[in-house]
């Protein structure tokens, strides 16, 4: 928007001032204050206000606000008739006369017939995106209903303001590269703005992204080895948001992907990835699509249902035109108007189809033979369905263009003149085809032509013969070889394409080949249903020919490599098997190494052991030996987390320590990332918790050197668990404030499951239920449903005496993990509040009869222990209360919790326990320490807590004046809980005062 006073311009879109068409420099708070004044002139603004627009986040004085309104008003005029007037106590307002304009002549979106409405909304959608929120517009519709047109109209208006607008188009499953749409995105971004000057603004996120233009195929090596893809795919996508919004950090940006429902799944995952970027920028986003790809397919469905609940997207279906706009259509295109009765018919037959009521328009004739024929005559003439007029407008062109058109439909829907002379000498004809609006000069290269419409490139291939077809693909795919390397360009994929869809031996064996790298490629692009397409397709054509060991066991682990990312858990384990035993059997140390890696769990398991996993580590470990420093660093680190949940500490943190020396010596980034990550998890241990500041600060150290932002959330997420275990919540919570701030930059879901759980721990311990349940949504959002927020969840629930849902969860827990001692200690509990104490007393017994040892001292030991501190007490377990005081003693001085709960200090829970014991000196000591430590944090859950269980020391001691200090403590512990919704313990504390007959 351009906003006109006096002699001067406010152009919003290039952030400029234009005293007579000259620029004046201001200051960008300046600028933005002066904007927010023009743009509401209308009132007064207060102060108050205008710091929140134009300071939001940051902390600033009443200096900073006046000397912005001192230099705007300089800017703009003299003191004396300044139009920035001073309005007593209410503050600033604009008072001069203002023309808005929008950067185009009036009436210009006319030029679309029926689309003004359409045209409207996109321009203010744009225009809503400058002043710094980046949103999605979605337009869809059927083929030729003028998605395109509009998408164009648009970029017009864009440039003419002063923006930049990137065109891409899509081609799934006919040879176009991973990610190829933004490929094409991010090729225009770099010849805009200069390689020099992006890799010097982007730093190491550069490199991801010129790793991901060439299309290079990498064999398997160790980086490949690496099988955390939701890590690695959200530094690519953050790298790709790094960079467009450092472009319209210039001017703003318009980008439009075109017909995404042909656009790989990977395109669509990072279109769903910017959409719900939170990050002030200057970028429309818009995608076309057809209507009925939303049907067939899901995974765009999803996509489309994830963007449209953004805040800041739209979704715009594109109807026919009704039947005037249609006849000014016709009088646009032909110079005449229909009759009525035919317009009619022309309405009826096209459905006011843009696209198709073009294709008859040409097929209509001049003026004066339309007028010598009858309504019935046009009426039987004009074709059925667009399809019917396409073939009717290819059936005017001599046999030579119609060749033409076969091969180039074949190539795809754009095709270049260069490798089209390998394939056809004489090109003369192709100007026919141009002639008759079949196909088009592309904008970006004069040498390159595409067609017109994607439903003319679909007639034509869908009418070649398929044995002319797969010669046509082989010729193709050979003149492609001839043109150039196949690693540039994303010709890998390509050339899979073309040469699969050949029938010669000599086609099947390249195709083989090629499939295998364009899997790898999609892999490392962390397209795991496109690998898996390519991987199927290598087995296919191994299958129909003689197939070595070796080659069919790098196809099974290409594709249960796919599989498993893609969750398909099952199908997935099978093909790495049977990829082992090949392996195995030809010595095959790198893909017996994949597969083990690909066969174990990536993050920490507590309550599962995969023994066979474990044994197929080991295993691939000595195969390796001391040769293969980065291979062996790699898997050394996975059966570090594989071991996690064995009664095996020392074993476990051993294998980590290894790790991280084997990382060291080969020099690799990332396989330090994940030795370091093991150590981290394999040091969530009672025992273990005090050395996770050191493993934090050589995280710190790697973030620093790589410059990437998620290593120093792994870092702060480790040293915030290791504040809170040393009751240390201010630094943990200047751990949080980071996290949370940079939340917006980490989407990925790993990253952001950490900051879900240090928020939902601060949450609960400071019985904020309302957050921590919009915590444990956020957290279902993301799909990955980890025990931690079950945990939270049966907390919020116990707490807040939802009893049908405390036992419905915690059956569910139970019955997933029947084994694991945290969810039978847990369901024991849950039990107890149903009445069955019997059944909750036989769960119990089955840890305390050996005294609680076999409990493993993992991250959910301690709330292991808390539930059977709470059993201890219910029962009035002596023995087993004595066997708990001993374990939990060593760590009288730390705080208990896991990566989700904190129950406060140990000290109370040895409280609690001596108090069972009869030891009450002992554990007044310890009351003492943990109630001091409950109002240091300021934690009212605690304190609440704290009163309560001190209450039950004093009424079972009696010494005198102890039921004098029970009832203010069970007082206090009322004054607590309701306003906190403690209903648990409002409850039990009502039972305690009825048991003892005391008046509250």
């Known amino acids: 928007m351009i906003f006109r006073f006096s002699q001067f311009e406010l152009d919003e879109n290039r952030r400029q001032l234009r005293d007579h068409g000259t620029e004046i420099h201001l200051e960008p708070r300046v600028f933005d204050l002066l904007l927010y004044l023009v743009r509401h002139r209308d009132r007064a603004v207060p102060r108050d206000e205008l710091l929140n627009a134009c300071w939001a986040g940051i902390v600033v004085n009443d200096g900073a606000l006046s000397r912005a309104v001192h230099e705007a008003r300089r800017a703009v005029g003299s003191d004396g008739a300044n139009p920035i007037r001073t309005i007593p106590r209410r503050g600033y307002r604009f008072i001069a006369e203002v023309e808005e304009s929008r950067g185009l002549e009036a009436g210009a979106e006319t030029q679309l017939i029926g689309r003004s409405e359409v ?14 929120q980046s949103a999605v517009a979605l337009l869809e519709g059927p083929p030729g209903i003028g998605k395109t047109a509009c998408a164009e109209f648009l970029g017009k208006f864009v440039r003419a303001n002063g923006g930049c607008v990137l065109y891409a188009g899509c081609r799934h499953g ?30 190491p996120a550069y490199e991801l992204i010129s790793d991901l233009l060439p299309g290079k195929a990498e064999p398997i090596s160790p980086k490949s080895l690496e099988t955390n893809p939701e ?25 439009v992907l075109e017909d995404i429902h042909d656009a790989d799944e990977s395109s669509l995952e990072l279109l769903e990835f910017l959409a719900r970027d939170r990050t002030q920028r200057r970028i429309l986003l818009v995608a076309t699509f057809r209507s009925e790809s939303v049907d067939s397919s899901s995974f765009l469905r999803n996509t489309v249902t994830q963007i449209e609940r953004q805040p800041a997207s739209v979704r715009i279906r594109l109807e026919g035109l009704d039947h005037s706009q249609l006849q000014e259509l016709v009088q646009q295109s032909a110079g005449f108007n229909l009759p009525t009765e035919l317009l009619g018919v022309f309405h009826e037959r096209t459905g006011g189809n843009p696209f198709f009521a073009g294709a008859l328009i040409r097929l209509l004739g001049p003026r004066d033979e339309l007028e010598t024929k009858s309504l019935e005559e046009l009426r039987t003439g004009l074709p059925d369905t667009v399809k019917d007029a396409i073939r009717s407008r290819l059936s005017q062109l001599p046999g030579d263009a119609q060749t033409i058109l076969e091969i180039g439909s074949v ?29 088009d000069r592309s904008a970006e290269n004069p040498r390159d032509y595409q067609f017109s419409h994607g439903l003319i490139r679909e007639v034509i291939y869908d009418q070649i013969p398929p044995s002319r077809r797969s010669g046509l693909h082989e010729q193709v795919g050979t003149a492609i070889e001839d043109a150039g390397p196949s690693d540039e360009d994303g010709n890998t994929e390509a050339l899979a394409h073309h040469f699969f869809e050949s029938v010669s031996a000599g086609g099947r064996a390249k195709a083989f080949g090629y499939a295998m790298r364009a899997g790898s490629i999609a892999l490392r692009h962390f397209a795991p ?21 070796g080659d069919l066991c790098a196809v099974l682990v290409g594709l249960g490599r796919a599989e498993r990312w893609n969750g398909q858990l099952q199908e997935s384990r099978q093909r790495l098997l049977k990829a082992i035993e090949l392996a195995r059997s030809d010595n095959q140390v790198e893909l017996f190494a994949q597969a083990a890696l690909d066969l174990s769990p990536s993050s920490v398991e507590v309550m599962r052991v995969d023994e066979q996993a474990i044994q197929l580590l080991q295993e691939a470990i000595s195969l390796c030996g001391n040769t293969r420093p980065a291979l062996r660093g790699a898997l050394l680190a996975r059966l570090a987390i594989a071991t996690y949940a064995l009664n095996d500490e020392e074993g476990c943190c051993a294998l980590a320590d290894h790790s991280l020396e ?16 093991a150590m981290y998890q394999s040091r969530l241990r009672p025992s273990r918790i005090h050395e996770l500041p050191d493993v934090a600060q050589r995280m710190f150290s790697l973030a620093s050197n790589l410059g990437q932002i998620g290593y120093e959330l792994t870092a702060r997420s480790c040293r915030f668990v290791a504040s809170m275990s040393k009751g240390d919540v201010a630094g943990a919570k200047d751990d949080l404030r980071w996290m949370t701030e940079h939340e917006p930059e980490l989407q990925m879901p790993l990253f952001r499951w950490m900051i879900f759980a240090a928020r939902g721990m601060i949450a609960l311990l400071e019985a904020r239920w309302d957050d921590a349940a919009e915590n444990i949504q956020a957290c279902s959002d993301l799909e990955d449903p980890t025990e931690n927020y079950v945990l939270q969840k049966l907390y919020i629930q116990y707490q807040t005496q939802e009893y049908s849902e405390l036992s419905s969860v915690a059956s569910e827990t139970f019955n997933r993990y029947p084994d694991y001692p945290l969810a039978k200690l847990g369901a024991s509990v849950a039990i107890v509040q149903s009445g069955n104490q019997d059944a909750a007393h036989r769960l119990y017994d089955e840890y305390a009869k050996d005294g609680f040892v076999s409990l493993i001292q993992d991250r959910a030991w301690d709330h292991a222990m808390g539930f059977a501190t709470t059993l201890a007490e219910t029962f009035d377990d002596k023995a087993g209360a004595d066997a708990l005081f001993d374990l939990l003693y060593p760590h009288r001085n730390r705080y208990a919790l896991n990566v989700a709960l904190c129950l406060g200090p140990i000290s109370t829970l040895l409280a609690r326990l001596s108090v069972v014991r009869e030891q009450f000196d002992e554990a007044e000591r310890y009351f003492e320490h943990g109630m001091s430590e409950a109002a240091r944090i300021e934690s009212p859950l605690l304190v609440a807590y704290g009163n309560y269980f001190y209450s039950g020391l004093l009424l079972r001691r009696k010494a005198h004046g102890d039921e004098g200090k029970a009832i203010n403590a069970l007082r206090e512990t009322l004054r607590l809980s309701e306003p906190f919704r403690l209903r648990y313990l409002t409850r039990e504390v009502h039972s305690r005062a009825s048991q003892h007959q005391i008046s509250l």
């Not at 397409?533 to 003689?546: F, N, P, Q």
């Not at 084997?662 to 990550?677: F, M, P, V, Y």
Request: aromatic fraction near 6%.
């Open 174 to 203: 006919e040879g176009a590269p991973v990610l190829w749409p933004w490929i094409q995105v991010l090729r225009g971004a770099i010849r805009n703005t200069g390689t020099a000057t992006l890799r010097n603004e982007l730093g």
């Open 411 to 439: 190539v795809g829907p754009e095709f270049g003149l260069d490798l089209m002379q390998h394939l056809c000498p004489d090109l003369d004809p192709l100007k026919n085809a141009e002639d008759a609006g079949l196909v």
């Open 529 to 549: 249903r496109d690998a898996t397409v390519h991987y199927e397709r290598a087995l296919r054509l191994l299958e129909s020919g003689a197939a070595s060991r």
């Open 119 to 132: 045209v409207q909304r996109l321009v203010h959608k744009f225009e809503d995106s400058v002043s710094g």
């Open 231 to 255: 890590r690695n795919q959200f530094l690519l996508f953050d790298a790709v948001s790094q960079l467009l919004s450092t472009s319209s950090s210039r001017s703003p940006l318009l980008v």
């Open 662 to 677: 084997s990382a060291l010596e080969s020099g690799s980034n990332e396989i330090i990332t994940h030795a370091l990550d």
